[in-house]
């Protein structure tokens, strides 16, 4: 029932840009954004949201002024900086958004869950330690060890998100990019390309 228009944290690491509505179908009329929830790696249940997320958010109802009656949003943008978020924007999180009101009774089936997730984790700075080992792969004289091993890193962990397989992606984040300073990678070798 909704989807995510944007859904990111930005590059520098300072918001978290949440931007969702529900979607236009006629099943959806009667639909509205109910709450926008965030678990992080460390909250994250199978269940759905936890009971102590990282954030939450109530859509306040809008009141028409014309019928006074109380009518919800279909669409919600939130910017979110670390100080919303508790622990801040490190993290591989997991944005639920419920809704409420019926879906028509012909809605077909599996379209009328009324949460949605969506995950997401500051990749920028991934890509730029990925760059510290780009040298080595220049270099004639050795296979880039380093290199190859943290794009599979880093594709081990994409490919758990996008397949949904949740614990896998929770297991690859902490073990191979939370809480991991950047990596200098000392230059020089066999002086063939690498510098």
């Given at each position: 029932?909704?989807?995510?228009?944007?859904?990111?944290?930005?590059?520098?690491?300072?918001?978290?840009?949440?931007?969702?509505?529900?979607?236009?179908?006629?099943?959806?009329?009667?639909?509205?954004?109910?709450?926008?929830?965030?678990?992080?790696?460390?909250?994250?249940?199978?269940?759905?949201?936890?009971?102590?997320?990282?954030?939450?958010?109530?859509?306040?109802?809008?009141?028409?002024?014309?019928?006074?009656?109380?009518?919800?949003?279909?669409?919600?943008r939130l910017v979110l900086s670390p100080i919303?978020?508790?622990?801040?924007?490190?993290?591989?999180?997991?944005?639920?958004?419920?809704?409420?009101?019926?879906?028509?009774?012909?809605?077909?089936?599996?379209?009328?869950?009324?949460?949605?997730?969506?995950?997401?984790?500051?990749?920028?700075?991934?890509?730029?330690?990925?760059?510290?080992?780009?040298?080595?792969?220049?270099?004639?004289?050795?296979?880039?060890?380093?290199?190859?091993?943290?794009?599979?890193?880093?594709?081990?962990?994409?490919?758990?998100?996008?397949?949904?397989?949740?614990?896998?992606?929770i297991k690859y984040y902490n073990k191979f990019f939370k809480?991991?300073?950047?990596?200098?990678?000392?230059?020089?070798?066999?002086?063939?390309?690498?510098?």
């Open positions: 029932m909704i989807h995510f228009n944007e859904l990111k944290i930005t590059s520098d690491g300072q918001h978290l840009i949440i931007d969702v509505s529900v979607l236009s179908e006629v099943y959806y009329k009667d639909i509205f954004i109910d709450s926008i929830i965030i678990d992080n790696q460390d909250t994250y249940v199978g269940s759905g949201p936890s009971s102590n997320p990282v954030y939450s958010y109530s859509v306040p109802d809008i009141v028409s002024q014309i019928t006074e009656e109380s009518r919800g949003q279909k669409h919600v919303d978020v508790e622990g801040g924007l490190n993290g591989l999180f997991f944005v639920y958004v419920r809704t409420k009101g019926t879906p028509s009774a012909d809605t077909p089936c599996g379209m009328d869950n009324i949460t949605t997730m969506g995950t997401v984790t500051n990749i920028y700075p991934f890509y730029q330690q990925a760059m510290n080992y780009i040298g080595e792969v220049a270099s004639n004289c050795s296979i880039p060890q380093n290199f190859i091993d943290y794009i599979l890193k880093l594709k081990a962990l994409e490919l758990a998100v996008k397949t949904g397989n949740y614990p896998d992606a809480g991991k300073d950047k990596i200098v990678v000392k230059k020089g070798g066999c002086s063939c390309g690498n510098s």
